[in-house]
């Protein structure tokens, strides 16, 4: 495509600016009438020494060595900066070594926008409706070929998609600003967070600072403690144990009487089958083994009876079995009081003495205790026993806190380190910060998420493969064509955000992922590219990076 944003710009300028005179030489800008208004003699721009007769403009002989006395004809077209690069192939002048101070040849492309056609252009035979709509370049009919004006038509279509374009730029700046919006919200809430947080903390760092010297007071008091310590004394171990052993004896007998019944029950229907076998067996029946037994069963019965045996009173086996309480057996609870100490005298004694002489002399014993353990005479018995449970309780509460105190102070870490964070400009991709979009290229499916990471996915089926994580934002040059759809990056300076360090190749480097942005109407992955070995690029729209409503009539740079 030979359309060049320089000469439609100047068309642009030129449409906007100076109106042409009535009589003019074929080809003259409007920026360049002043130049060619009727006179006698043409003055060369770029080289005002120089002077020729009017007559000598547009006569397809390059006089002037800036080729300005040529603007309609393609003589002075090697003097084109918009021409192939010189000296032209069996060229036998070679080069100039200057440049035309002319743009091109200029297309009026009433209907449309005016433009400047290169020289070499002119008459070549080809109608260049891109740059010249009405055809003007090619007056000579050179081939037969005549280019009818299309401006029409082309405006309007040209007008109908800048339109929409413009539209489209709208719709995404009005998108971006309501994503700018929000960004600002979330930032507002990240510094009220912090706030808060720092508010809390210190309120919480005074309140951990309160626990921990009532923690070191109850402490001192319980280390340094005349009075015994929580818990039973040996006489209540004992009883403890006692209980124990009592109640283990009194399950065995338990399960002994039910043995006993059992075997009793046993013996007596035995005893009843033997009474009836000897009171029913037949004294002439001649069988010795029979007689035997009988005369067995005798000796035993005459054994029992003339045995006396003390009989158990179950009454008293029943009451032995019963559950210990205050009514029956033994009241644990009386053994299970702590037996009197040293300590127990001590204070019944001090029961007995008014209650300023009581006060002072339990302070003294402390003080005394105190220095004797301080000072190594006397062993710290609190060191080998456990914590008291008000010790315990005092520990617990200020290590809640303390743990408090630690958690919020790493989200306020957390907080910071975001609020410090770079989102672009205007904090926008707060806003897209963990969202994600998709695609689909070949066999894979592609994933981008925003300020986290790249990946891809086989659509036969596997788990997901990281091509890399975010590091930071990045502008870099970008050189493409204008795509019909808009859906690309044009020409210009883009941004681009570097994901880098994602998962290793197979005998190759970590992937990594380029993402182009252009200016779009919503987040949308256009397309996936690698660039080589594991690096690969994707082009994205989104409103994040559109700019304001630019002039009417602006074009991307297409060179």
Known sequence: MRQSQALVLLGIIARNGIVAAGSLPRGVGPEFVKF???????????????????????????????????????????????????????????????????????????????????????????????????????????GGVKCENKCAEIGKEWRRVEKERKDNLERANKRRRTMVKESKEFRRRVEAKITSLTEEIRELEAKRD??????????????????????????????????????????????????????????????????????????????????????????????????IHEQLNEIDIQEVMKEDSEDSGINWKEFEEDEATDTDILYSFEAYLPGPLREFLHSKINLLRIWLIENGILADASSEKGESRLVKAAREAHDSVANE????????????????????????????????????????????????KTSQKSKKGGGKTNMGNFERFDFDEADEEERHDGKGLGRGKRMVLRYENGQGCWNGPNRKTDVWLACAETEELWRVSELEKCVYKMEVGTPAVCEEAVEPGYVKDEL
């Open 36 to 142: 060619y208004e009727l006179k006698d003699a043409f003055t060369c721009i770029g080289h005002p020494s120089i002077t020729i007769p009017f007559s000598r403009v547009n006569d397809n002989s390059c006089d002037c060595p800036d080729g300005t006395d040529e603007p309609g004809t393609a003589a002075c077209a090697l003097l084109d900066h918009l021409s192939p690069e010189q000296p032209l192939p069996g060229s036998l002048s070679g080069t100039t070594n200057t440049t035309n101070a002319l743009p091109g040849f200029w297309c009026a492309n009433e209907g449309h926008i005016g433009a400047y056609v290169p020289f070499m252009y002119v008459n070549d035979g080809v109608c260049d409706y891109d740059l010249c709509c009405d055809g003007s370049e090619e007056y000579g009919d050179v």
């Open 210 to 307: 309160e626990l921990k010297a009532k923690l070191d007071e109850v402490e001192r008091q319980e280390r340094f403690k005349v009075v015994k310590n929580e818990g039973p004394g040996k006489l209540g171990v004992l009883a403890g144990l006692a209980k124990t052993r009592v109640n283990e004896l009194r399950d065995t007998l338990s399960k002994v009487m039910g043995e006993r019944n059992q075997l009793m029950a046993k013996v007596q229907e035995l005893e009843g089958i033997l009474t009836e076998f000897k009171e029913e067996y037949n004294p002439n029946f001649n069988d010795e083994g029979v007689k035997k037994a009988v005369r067995a069963w005798e000796d035993y019965a005459a054994k029992k009876a003339g045995e």
């Open 405 to 452: 105190v630690n958690s919020k102070r790493r989200t306020l870490e957390e907080q910071q380190r975001d609020l410090e964070k770079d989102y672009g400009k205007d904090d926008i991709f707060r806003y897209l910060k963990g969202k994600c979009i998709t695609t689909e290229a070949g066999e894979y499916e592609y994933e981008l998420c925003w300020l986290d």
